[in-house]
């Protein structure tokens, strides 16, 4: 579950008040507090991570998966925790948030950020693909594999989705990828997975 505190604050109030302990974000200038993830989220987090650190360090790539960086769309007032995000190192000396508040906000610092679904689905569906696609991030995951999401977003029959928006022309772009069908990332191309792998890290059975 999500509770929010209704009380508007700045992003600026937001970064000065955030505990070291729990995971919050804010929802145009809602604190939002993220509840503990089951364990079955924390599966399929915990393996893509360690997938695509391997296949960072496989490719030599400047790139690393940080614990608790934020994501700050350029307007408004909303900061995301993603569950997995991919910063680009060489460009964090012109993020202007980044050293006192551990905050992003230039598409060229995010090649990729990754969404697994819970009960707050609407976020990721509806005002996180908008920020993200705004801040220009070049992909975004979004992994459904409790396929709790809508049914006009993973279909129906509803199953478990993995869909992977990529920036073309300044809008997002989606492909989805069910089964054992083989996932097709554009910032890892050679990531060989299928979605049942991912689906079954987190204790689905196919």
Do not use: C
């Not at 910063?87 to 202007?96: A, K, Q, S, Y």
């Not at 992994?143 to 300044?170: E, V, W």
């Amino acid at each position: 579950m999500i509770q929010a505190i209704h009380k508007l604050v700045t992003f600026e109030d937001f970064a000065a008040w955030r505990p070291d302990g729990g995971r919050y974000e804010l929802h145009d200038g809602v604190i939002v507090e993220m509840g503990q993830p089951v364990g079955d989220h924390e599966d399929v987090v915990g393996f893509l991570a360690l997938n695509i650190s391997i296949e960072i360090g496989r490719q030599k790539l400047p790139y690393f998966i940080p614990k608790t960086v934020l994501v700050k769309p350029f307007e408004g007032e909303s900061a995301y925790s993603p569950d997995i995000l991919i910063i680009n190192r060489p460009n964090l000396v012109n993020e202007p948030l980044w050293k006192k508040e551990s905050t992003v906000s230039q598409a060229i610092s995010i090649p990729l950020v990754i969404e697994v679904v819970s009960t707050n689905w609407r976020d990721d569906y509806y005002k996180k693909l908008a920020d993200y696609e705004a801040i220009g991030i070049p992909e975004y995951w979004i992994i459904d594999y409790a396929a709790i999401g809508a049914r006009k977003f993973i279909g129906n029959p509803k199953l478990p989705t993995i869909s992977i928006y990529q920036l073309i022309d300044g809008e997002y772009q989606v492909t989805q990828f069910k089964g054992d069908t083989h996932i097709v990332s554009p910032t890892f191309p050679e990531l060989n997975l299928t979605a049942e792998q991912i689906f079954q890290a987190g204790g689905v059975q196919i």
